[in-house]
């Protein structure tokens, strides 16, 4: 089993910014790739940021945000900046994918615990 820890959400204001952080207790053992996801109140779960050999974003945060990793720590992150209200969600890391679409919730074995980052305007 793997645990998933987050840090670094909060209160940020429109066109601030804010660092994520997600350390695993253990590398997984089904693949390197890292992601990030957000749910927003009264919406589905969706796909933020991903990195394996190459990083994947949404085209809601491309541009702006930038998710990177330091495999000697286990970490990965998600810089934040520009941000906007609609960028307000609970965020979720996640590891431990099987298949190839890093866009797949179902995809991913381990998840945080999330945190929630509020924007306001």
């Known amino acids: 089993q793997v645990q998933l820890v987050e840090s670094g959400g909060g209160l940020a204001q429109t066109g601030g910014s804010l660092r994520l952080s997600c350390t695993a207790s253990r590398r997984p053992d089904q693949s390197d790739t890292k992601a990030w996801f957000r749910q927003a109140p009264g919406k589905e779960r969706e796909f933020v940021a991903a990195?394996?050999?190459?990083?994947y974003y949404s085209n809601s945060v491309k541009g702006r945000f930038t998710i990177s990793k330091d495999t000697a720590k286990n970490t990965h992150y998600l810089q934040m900046n520009s941000l906007r209200p609609e960028d307000t969600a609970v965020y979720y890391c996640a590891a431990g994918l099987v298949g190839d679409t890093v866009t797949n919730i179902r995809g991913y074995r381990y998840w945080g615990q999330g945190t929630q980052v509020t924007v306001s305007s």
């Open positions: 990195i394996s050999r190459a990083t």
